[in-house]
């Protein structure tokens, strides 16, 4: 086989697995869907989970950014921007990851509910 074909193929190769890598991967969630009921339900819902798993008292206040995975159901990664009644209502950002499943009653998942460094 002469040169040029084999690095010709070792370049289908190298996209086929770039390809394959950026299935599943995060997807940006456009500022006018942050306010959709999915993403709102998952928010809300992490910050519920968040209270009962730490006995905090945190409210939900904005929805600032977000992305999301198609992946056995859904994954969505959101920044939120929360205030803490057991604080003086302080402000701070929180980085969560919710995994909503496939099925009737969407059962919803708090994978990761993280602080950001302010
Ligand atoms: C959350 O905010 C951080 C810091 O601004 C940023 O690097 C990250 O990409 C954001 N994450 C999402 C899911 O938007």
Do not use: C
């Amino acid at each position: 086989m002469k040169k040029p074909q084999i690095l010709a193929i070792l370049l289908v190769l190298a996209l086929a697995v770039a390809g394959a890598a950026s299935l599943g991967g995060w997807t940006k969630i456009e500022p006018e869907h942050l306010k959709d009921q999915d993403v709102a339900e998952a928010a809300a819902f992490a910050v519920d989970q968040h209270n009962r798993e730490g006995a905090e008292n945190l409210k939900l206040v904005t929805v600032d950014s977000g992305e999301s995975q198609v992946v056995n159901g859904k994954r969505y990664r959101l920044n939120l921007t929360v205030s803490d009644a057991g604080n003086g209502d302080a402000l701070s950002k929180y980085e969560a990851i919710v995994w909503v499943h496939p099925g009737g009653n969407s059962p919803k998942e708090l994978t990761s509910f993280k602080k950001q460094k302010p």
